[in-house]
């Protein structure tokens, strides 16, 4: 019933930028919080950045003041943009978020399916 699919994501050199994307589809309302989560192999999954649906963010101290999260309500789109690319950010991203059904009382928390991201020379 509730689709997250990422996008964006791809192979960049060091100091290169990429915007991902999260688009939520479905009979839903409009998401409440959104995040973005990394995972790295043979590392634990990070919460990379949240935002709210008001539009406040967190970041992970790995990535503040290179990394930007941001929304369209009206799209139910999440963006990650990513400048300042270095290779410890390579990772598979994952997008999360708190969603109600229209049919359905009360939220439920859903996750997309990934996206890779590579930073490499």
Same mark, same amino acid.
């Given at each position: 019933q !509730?689709?997250? !699919?990422?996008?964006?994501?791809?192979?960049v050199q =060091?100091?290169?930028?990429?915007? $991902?994307?999260c688009a939520a589809s479905g009979?839903?309302?409009? =998401?409440? #919080?959104?995040?973005?989560y990394r995972q #790295? =192999?043979?590392k634990p999954r990070e919460l990379v950045a949240t935002i709210t649906s008001a539009g406040s963010t967190n970041y992970a101290d790995s990535v503040k003041g290179r990394f930007t999260i941001s929304?369209? @309500?009206a799209?139910?789109? &999440?963006? $990650?943009? &990513? @400048?300042?690319l270095k290779p410890e950010d390579t990772a598979v991203y994952y997008c999360n978020a708190d969603i109600r059904l229209r049919a359905t009382p009360g939220y439920s928390n859903y996750w997309?399916?990934?996206t890779q991201v590579t930073v490499s020379s």
């Open positions: !509730v689709q997250l !699919v990422e996008s964006g994501g791809g192979l =060091p100091g290169g930028s990429l915007r $991902l994307s009979s839903i309302f409009s =998401p409440d #919080a959104m995040r973005w #790295a =192999p043979g929304r369209d @309500n799209k139910n789109t &999440m963006y $990650l943009q &990513m @400048n300042s997309g399916q990934g």
